[in-house]
Every structure is written in C-alpha cells, then in structure tokens.
C-alpha cells in the first residue's frame, strides 16, 4: 500500500508530468511565467484548488455520479467552478497583492484543464479518498515545477538576444519540447517496481 | 445599407478568427487539445469538429440569452452551457465514432475547460446579436480547426510517414517517434508559430512597401 502510494505520487508529479507530457494547464503555463515568484503562486493556487477537486470528485463520484453518469462533465465543472470562486474571494480578502499579481488567471483557474482532467483522471483511474488525494498533491506539485523551471528559463532568456521572430510564444514552445525530452527521461523510473 | 453593412461585418467577424487572430497561433489559446490530441491527422480532425460544434452551439445560445444572464454569474451561466453542449458531443463520438472517441479519451470532456470557448463567450457573444456571434464562432473555429490539421499532419508525417493512415513517406523513412510522443506536440507548434509569424512579418513589410510608393507617388503627383 505503502509503495502504491508513493508510485501515485511519482508517477503523477514527474513520470505523467500534467503540463509537459499530457498538455494539461497550458495556458498559465504561457501566460503567467514571466516571473518566477508568481509563477511560483499559481503553483501554490493549483495545488490548492486540485486538493479541493480530487476530494470533490470523490464525493461526487461516490454519492451523485453512480446514479447519474452522464451529468459527469456538468458536475465536476460546476463544482470546481464554485470551489475556485471561493478560493478567489479568500485571496481577495487576505492576499490582496497576490490577487492582483495572478490578475486574470484566477478566474482562469476554472477553465484550467489541468483541474478537470485531474477529476477524470482520477476516475477513470478508479481511485480511492486517499488515492485521490496523493494524485492530485503529486500532480500540483508537477504543474508547480514544470511552471517554475520555466519561469526561470524565461527570465533568463528574456536577458539574451533571441532574434525578434521566434521570440514569444514561439520560443516558450520550443523551450517546453525540449523540457518535455527531459521529462520522458523519467519514464524509466519505475520499471523495475511497477 | 445597413443589412450589407451587417452582412459585411459578419464576414470580418468571420475572417479575423481565421488569420490575424488566429486562436492558435496567434492568441494561443485552447492549446492543450491543439497539442494532446494531434498525434495524428483523425484525431485532429475529429477534435475540431468536437470543438466546432460546441463553439458554435453555446455561442449561439449565449448570445439569444445575454440580456437574461445576470453579470455576476455569467461565466457560472456560460460553463454550464458549455458544458451541455460537450456532454451531447460526447455522447454522440461514443455513439457513432467509438475508436475515435477512446483515443481521443478524457479529451474530449475536456473541451468544457478549452479557454478558447469561454474567451470567445465572455469576450463576443455575450456582447453581440446571434448573427455576428455565429460568424464569429465559425471563424474562430476555422482558425481551430486549420491549426490542429495542420499540427496534426505535420506530425503524424514525421512521426509516421502516413496521412490518415495512407503512406506518403516511402518506407525506407525512418519515422521520428519523438514527433507523436508529448515532446513533438510541443515542437511542432513552435515551430509552426514560427512560420506563422515570419509570413506575418513578410506580409507587413509589403504593406509597408506598398504604403511607401503610395506616398511617394502622391508626393510626385504634387510635385508634377
């Protein structure tokens, strides 16, 4: 049990990374990197709010979805949805300077694939509370690395002379290739185990 | 007048979601499925077809119900549309496309938290009449479905010799398996971007070109 728990974790933070090997959470993954001490607290929020969501698609899944699967998608939305919404007004009120710092993303948060796809994932993956749990702490704090080391390659390579075409968008993609290559260098890591 | 002057906005709409915004390319947004789905040139086409249909439809929707959505609930209002529209599509893939449907996977669901549907929601229809918003959509769409086939057929080339399955590479190709795996998403899209941006850069320049003579001419015809 012990080990399944860590395999979950490993397995969801670096070997299944959300961000580099299943495109999950994208778009803050380009639009709020360009600083590394945001980027590091939109990790943090998403963390926050996928700790919220696994719980809420347990509950879901034990108590609404078995009678009524196809109101899945509807469901998990909803319910994350208002779960974020809460989440930015506690911010609001006790962060205000880091309400402002992740500005449009919070509401963004909703529309975060990452956060509903770790709700299907753990589904579809059949797992427990506690499974769900440890899923979804492994998965944030994949997101939350794939977002720091790549605000931290950007502000470096915001210094240097990219030529003025691929600058933007364009680089951060070639960037997060090359980041995902190191990735899959991962994939080895429990084979002998499991 | 006013129905062409309709008329012609509607297919400014239409075109701007096409090329110079590009949701893709050019806003990138809605990348997660542009990148996790276009390993090959099916899924792609069935991903944008997916996408097509629920933007088309709860653009639609939203736009005959602004007036009856309250402003502080309206992107609650808009994810439940949404929603809807995603659970019918699901439903159907199962129905009529079932391999499809299990190699897109969890995708397809996730087409609700596609940024590109509730940008387009929040920031046109909820603005604008039906007419224009269906137009927009389409557009949007369009510019979607350009970028994932395009994606999607330059990697399934590279990574497979094949379109749709038929053999376009001979078979001493040997295929670049990177380009199916995660990392090959990442790259052809950059790459592409890039392409993008420099037929951009190309087009400016000859507008610029043009506006020049133009004013030189002009300058010469005061002169003369």
């Known amino acids: 049990m012990q080990e399944s728990f860590v395999y979950i974790f490993f397995s969801a933070c ?144 915001d210094l240097q002379g990219v030529p003025k075409l691929v600058r933007g968008t364009a680089m951060n993609f070639l960037i997060s290739g090359v980041l995902s290559m190191a990735f899959m260098g991962f994939a080895g890591l429990f084979s002998s185990t499991g | 007048m006013a129905a062409t002057d309709e008329t012609s906005r509607a297919y400014r709409e239409f075109r701007k979601g096409i090329w110079k915004e ?26 944008s077809l997916a996408t097509t249909f629920v933007l088309v439809g709860s653009s639609t929707l939203i736009s005959l119900t602004r007036k009856a959505i309250p402003k502080q609930v309206r992107i609650s209002c808009f994810i439940i549309v949404i929603a809807t529209f995603v659970t019918t599509i699901d439903y159907v893939l199962k129905a009529f496309m079932y391999y499809a449907h299990k190699d897109l996977g969890a995708f397809i669901a996730l087409i609700v938290v596609n940024c590109l549907i509730l940008g387009r929601q929040e920031a046109f229809a909820s603005k604008n009449t039906p007419g224009l918003a269906i137009s927009d959509a389409l557009g949007m769409a369009g510019g979607f479905t350009i970028a994932l086939t395009l994606t999607g057929v330059v990697r399934e080339i590279l990574g497979m010799g094949t379109v749709l399955g038929m053999r376009v590479l001979p078979e001493s190709f040997e295929p670049w398996a990177i380009m199916i795996l995660p990392p090959g998403g990442f790259l052809t899209m950059g790459s592409l971007m890039v392409l993008f941006a420099y037929i951009k850069s190309l087009q400016d320049k000859k507008r610029e070109q043009l506006e020049l003579r133009a004013a030189d001419e002009a300058a010469e015809g005061r002169a003369g």
Do not use: H
């Open chain 1, 14 to 157: 670096l070997i299944n990374n959300f961000t580099l090997s299943y495109f999950l959470g994208l778009c803050p993954f380009f639009g709020v990197t360009q600083r590394l001490d945001t980027a590091f607290r939109l990790g943090l929020a998403d963390i926050f709010v996928m700790t919220i969501a696994s719980m809420a698609a347990w509950f879901l899944n034990t108590f609404v979805l078995k009678y009524a699967p196809y109101l899945q998608t509807i469901c998990f939305i909803v319910v994350i949805a208002s779960t974020v919404q809460f989440v930015e007004m506690v911010m609001k009120k006790l962060f205000p300077p880091l309400f402002r710092a992740l500005g449009i993303f919070l509401p963004l948060i909703t529309t975060n694939c990452a956060i509903l796809g770790l709700a299907i994932f753990t589904t579809n993956k059949g797992y427990g509370f506690l499974e769900g749990l440890v899923y979804a702490w492994g998965a944030g704090i994949g997101v939350t690395l794939a977002l720091v080391i790549m605000a931290g390659l950007r502000e470096e390579s």
């Open chain 2, 22 to 47: 590009n949701p893709v390319f050019v806003a990138a947004l809605g990348l997660c499925p542009a990148l996790a789905v276009t390993n090959t040139t099916l899924n792609a086409l069935v991903m």
